[in-house]
Nanobody
Framework: QVQLAESGGGLVQAGGSLRLSCVASRTAFSINAMGWYRQAPGKQRELVAL???????NYADSVKGRFTVSSDNAKRTVYLQMNSLKPEDTAVYYC???????????WGQGTQVTVSS
């Protein structure tokens, strides 16, 4: 059973920063991408940032220039550095990983990020 352990969420004032981390364990497969999605109340889950094993990144337009995704492939860990946070960034952030051979995706339990104005 794949496990994704997220950490780093919390409450921060607008303009502040947070760093999320996620470690993938019990994976018997190679990973070709890791990243983060978020879901705000009443909204659909959306991509925040994704990084492939080759180092290619993809960001939501709303976070470009403020968030940075990075990974340590050897440690099966993905990070999300979030700067200049805005109240509209408030959401549950979910770690995501994708298997290389099957492209099946796996999700973490989610970590709450709350940005106060």
């Amino acid at each position: 059973q794949v496990q994704l352990a997220e950490s780093g969420g919390g409450l921060v004032q607008a303009g502040g920063s947070l760093r999320l981390s996620c470690v993938a364990s019990r994976t018997a497969f190679s990973i070709n991408a890791m990243g983060w999605y978020r879901q705000a109340p009443g909204k659909q889950r959306e991509l925040v940032a994704l990084i492939t094993s080759a180092g290619n990144t993809n960001y939501a337009d709303s976070v470009k220039g403020r968030f940075t995704v990075s990974s340590d492939n050897a440690k099966r860990t993905v990070y999300l550095q979030m700067n200049s946070l805005k109240p509209e960034d408030t959401a549950v952030y979910y770690c995501y990983t994708r298997a290389e051979r099957t492209w099946i995706g796996y999700w973490g339990q989610g970590t709450q990020v709350t940005v106060s104005s």
